[in-house]
């Protein structure tokens, strides 16, 4: 299945239900993807602060067109370790581009060597893609910087989703001019992408903490209560986008069994304090 190289519908789906994938990996489930495509490498990082530890981020797949690299997000108390971790620190990989979100680029940089040794062994004839969700998101923007500036991949396109902050205004300006393709797709309602704060001044750090989001914004909308469960999960961000081009939606999910996920949580959730509450409802 063959993927475009500018923003469309059909893409950000396809892409959404190759997230949920990743997260089906990380639970050792079975692993559906797209016809055509080939999963190379899993990809190993440590997540945690002070005592990280291994766990499965994502995936890297190949087709005859394209490679596709994926993230995934948060699921384990080390990862939301890490995604509190928002000092911030030089960017590693290009020198003088701004600083990054600590805790984001160390789980990167612990993946990092064996990513890029598996992904220079496959043709620069082919499109990569770079997406990622949550967390996923952010790892997906520090690795398509450092992509396109060291390696033959220079031109990756980004698809991200519910993304928190990465980066200081620097960074973020870095990015933009380097990476011209990348597209983070927003619900408008989902907390996440409120974090962390554009601006966080001392006594947090002598000088501050400053964040800005890259480029280019995609807004979407679904309101279904204001817990990220909802508002946030890859799975909703697939129902509607999905809505977005049901047709092709519903060809993907008839072609590839298993593939798209199951929206069945995505729905209004009525938040209750007691089963009081509950029966007097």
Partial sequence: MKISGIYSSEDAILLAAMINQAYRLF??????????????????????VEQPEEEVFGFLAES????????????????????????????????????THRGF??????????LIGELNKLSTNKRLFVAGHSLGGALAVLAALDIAVNTEFKNPVVYTYGSPR?????????????????????????????????????PITKNGLFYRHVNTKVP????????????????????????????????????????????????????????????EE
């Fill in 27 to 48: 639970e050792k489930e079975k692993v559906v993807l797209p016809l055509g495509y080939t999963l190379r490498f899993n990809i190993l990082a440590l997540a945690g």
């Fill in 166 to 202: 990465v980066a200081d205004p620097e960074f973020a300006s870095s990015f933009n001019q380097t990476v011209k393709n990348s597209f983070r797709i927003v619900n408008v309602h989902d907390i996440i992408p409120t974090l962390p704060a554009k601006a966080y001044p001392p």
């Fill in 105 to 114: 680029t160390c789980i990167y940089q612990s993946a990092r060597e064996e």
């Fill in 220 to 279: 979407i909308s679904f309101q279904l209560n204001s817990l990220p469960v909802r508002n946030h999960e890859i799975v909703c961000y697939f129902k509607f986008l999905s809505l977005q081009n049901p047709r092709f939606t519903e060809a993907l999910c008839a072609d590839i069994p298993g593939f798209c996920p199951d929206t069945g949580l995505c729905v209004p959730f009525i938040g209750i304090c007691s089963a009081e509450e509950e029966d």
């Fill in 64 to 99: 005859k067109d394209n490679v596709v690299l994926i993230f995934r997000g948060t699921r384990t108390f080390k990862d939301n370790e890490s995604d509190q971790d928002f000092f911030q620190i030089p960017y590693p990989f290009i020198r003088h581009v701004g600083k």
